[in-house]
């Protein structure tokens, strides 16, 4: 019996150990997203535009990990033909998996929808 008390004195002592190391693991962990920052590119989109120029002048930052400029993706692009216009969506995650996403408009030349079989411009 009198070891059963030490058992549960040192299983005690132990499990506090324990939950401090996971708290102090958990309060360390980053939780900040990475910030997306815009630039003006000038840039009107056409079927024919390519990733890397919807890319260009966007730059992503995150307090852990620094420049993740690298690590933005293109998610999709909605046209508005009525608006002549597409929204870009990106995201950016940072080295713990914390994402940021955000949208651009850009003015758009796009085909009219068919009318008589033939596309315009």
Same mark, same amino acid.
């Given at each position: 019996m009198k070891h059963s008390g030490l058992v549960a004195g040192i299983f005690t002592v132990f499990n506090l150990i324990l939950a401090v190391v996971c708290v102090m693991l958990y309060l360390r962990q980053d939780r900040e997203k990475p910030e997306l920052s815009f630039q003006e590119n000038g840039l009107t989109y056409t079927q024919q535009t390519q990733q890397s120029e919807?890319?260009?002048?966007?730059?992503?930052?995150?307090?852990?990990?620094?420049? =993740?400029?690298?690590?933005? #993706?293109?998610?999709?692009?909605?046209?508005?033909?009525?608006? $002549?216009? *597409? =929204?870009?969506?990106?995201? #950016?995650?940072?080295?713990?998996?914390?994402?940021?996403?955000? $949208?651009? *408009?850009?003015?758009?030349?796009?085909?009219?929808?068919?009318?008589?079989?033939?596309?315009?411009?």
């Open positions: 919807l890319l260009q002048g966007i730059t992503a930052y995150d307090g852990t990990d620094g420049d =993740v400029t690298g690590r933005i #993706v293109i998610e999709k692009i909605v046209e508005n033909r009525e608006d $002549s216009s *597409v =929204v870009v969506f990106y995201a #950016v995650s940072d080295m713990a998996g914390n994402v940021t996403k955000a $949208s651009r *408009v850009f003015p758009a030349r796009l085909p009219k929808a068919e009318t008589d079989g033939a596309e315009a411009f």
